[in-house]
């Protein structure tokens, strides 16, 4: 099989991961725009899908087609999805705000509040992350909870963190507290 026929199938693999970072971030960029932006741009995979049909012959061609029409549709909502909170998040998006950093030998703890508009309540998002290369980070998620307005950080024994999670929507505001332990796929405290 030629080179050129293993691209759409190359291209199907590289869009599938695309978007199952989506749902479970494992890459992502130091600023949200950025985020959005490329998310968007990946959106044009399926499209480069189609082009490369009309370029092959044969069950290439048709299979090409198929999966290219078939990503389409979710593409192009995604698309619009992603370029739209792109435009929303210049200068700032308030819509996941970082609240709180943790250095620790495994990397930064991050605290993320997350704010979904006026019908809805705070939530808060607790990331383990490690930058690879400037602008770019590897992200595990530790822990989230909805409704909660703010979470705590505090380095334990090493190797671990305590997490205290408080929603002042009550009268009585509500505090409980996990712990959790970090794993070593970063290198160092690099913030």
Request: with cysteine.
């Amino acid at each position: 099989m030629t080179k050129r026929y293993r691209s759409v199938g190359d291209l199907t693999v590289v869009y599938l991961l695309i978007c199952f970072n989506l749902v479970c971030p494992v890459v992502r960029l130091s600023f949200q725009f950025a985020n959005y932006a490329a998310f968007a741009f990946a959106q044009l995979i399926p499209f480069r899908i189609i082009h490369l049909a009309g370029m092959r012959s044969g069950w290439h061609r048709w299979r090409a087609l198929v999966i290219g029409v078939l990503l389409a549709p979710l593409a192009l909502s995604m698309g619009c999805g992603a370029a739209a909170c792109a435009a929303l998040a210049v200068p700032a998006d308030p819509s996941f705000e970082r609240r709180q950093s943790v250095p620790t030998d495994y990397g930064v703890v991050a605290v993320y509040r997350t704010n979904g508009g006026a019908m809805t309540s705070f939530g808060i998002v607790v990331r383990q992350e490690c930058r690879v290369l400037p602008g770019l980070w590897l992200v595990r998620p530790i822990a989230n909870e909805y409704p909660a307005d703010e979470a705590i950080v505090d380095w334990q024994k090493p190797g671990s963190v305590r997490i205290s999670f408080k929603d002042n929507r009550e009268k009585q505001p509500v505090t409980h507290a996990i712990t959790f332990r970090l794993r070593h796929f970063c290198w160092g405290n690099i913030i």
